[in-house]
């Protein structure tokens, strides 16, 4: 049984955290949808741009594994950089491309829930006083258009990092963002909202780092598991980038890093020969 998670939301949703500051994440238990199949799971997982990088649903999906020994979870990556609540409209392509890839994905597993990661571009000129009326307008047809209409709704805050650089000042409303966001998840029903307190952020001052997307990710999940808002740190999300460390690999996870070194360059075909022979030793 596949059990998927939509991933909606702007660029914090499909992640800039830089790929060599965490551990990957091996583990043949997650997948992520691609050209309508689930397939191993690998950061970027959310290809919006060429500078995707760490998000919050690699440390998410490695907690839910560790609740749930046997199944597996399958994300649905439709994050896009950038984008706006207009953008999000029912009627234009980042919903209908949601909705298609989800659709995609129900064939061959149960949508169990919705992380929703946005709201930069609504943090300045007042743009944050039509939050909730956009908001509930794209959620409830998500819901009608796919049949789930109790499905969990996770919802995100904005980093309190924002508003205080140069690239991050522009985004001088994110508070007021983060109240409407709120409210929203106190207004309804399977919606929960979880703090960004206390992360921090790449060198841009917008984007969330690496680390703090993994504990993002451990924030998420909680909200998910105890259906209830998060709006602290959650229990030993210290240790984040070791979400998934304490298990040996499986020889399809060994085979898969090998790979990546392989054709990533790093490693000459006599150096995989040799590695791939030794899976199992």
């Not at 997650?30 to 649903?57: C, H, T, W």
């Not at 980038?241 to 000459?268: C, W, Y």
């Amino acid at each position: 049984m596949i059990h998927s998670f939509l991933m909606i939301g702007q660029s914090n949703m499909a992640g800039r955290g830089f790929l060599n500051d965490v551990p990957p994440i091996y583990n043949e238990r997650i997948k992520m949808l691609r050209n309508g199949l689930f397939q191993f799971m690998e950061e970027p997982i959310n290809y919006d741009r060429s500078i995707a990088g760490v998000g919050l649903a690699a440390s998410f999906a490695a907690a839910w594994c560790k609740k749930n020994k046997r199944d597996e979870i399958g994300l649905i990556p439709c994050a896009e950089g950038g984008s706006s609540l207009d953008d999000w409209s029912v009627d234009d392509a980042l919903f209908a491309n949601a909705i298609a890839q989800t659709k995609l994905a129900q064939r061959i597993s149960t949508l169990d829930g919705i992380i929703w990661h946005q709201g930069e571009a609504e943090s300045h000129s007042g743009k944050y006083r039509d939050y909730y009326d956009k908001f509930f307008v794209i959620i409830e047809r998500l819901r009608q258009v796919l049949d789930v209409p109790e499905i969990p709704l996770i919802i995100g805050g904005l980093g309190d990092y924002l508003g205080h650089s140069i690239m991050g000042g522009y985004f001088n409303e994110y508070s007021q963002v983060n109240e409407e966001l709120k409210r929203f998840a106190h207004s309804h029903n399977n919606c929960y909202y979880v703090t960004a307190q206390g992360l921090t952020c790449n060198p841009d001052g917008i984007h969330l780092n690496a680390v703090s997307q993994r504990i993002f990710g451990l924030r998420y999940y909680e909200a998910y598991d105890q259906k209830c808002h998060i709006l602290g740190p959650v229990r030993n999300e210290n240790r984040a980038n070791e979400i998934d460390n304490d298990r040996p690999h499986t020889k399809a996870e060994k085979a898969q890093m090998i790979n990546v070194l392989f054709f990533g360059g790093k490693i000459s075909f006599e150096e995989y020969q040799q590695k791939m022979s030794q899976i199992g030793d």
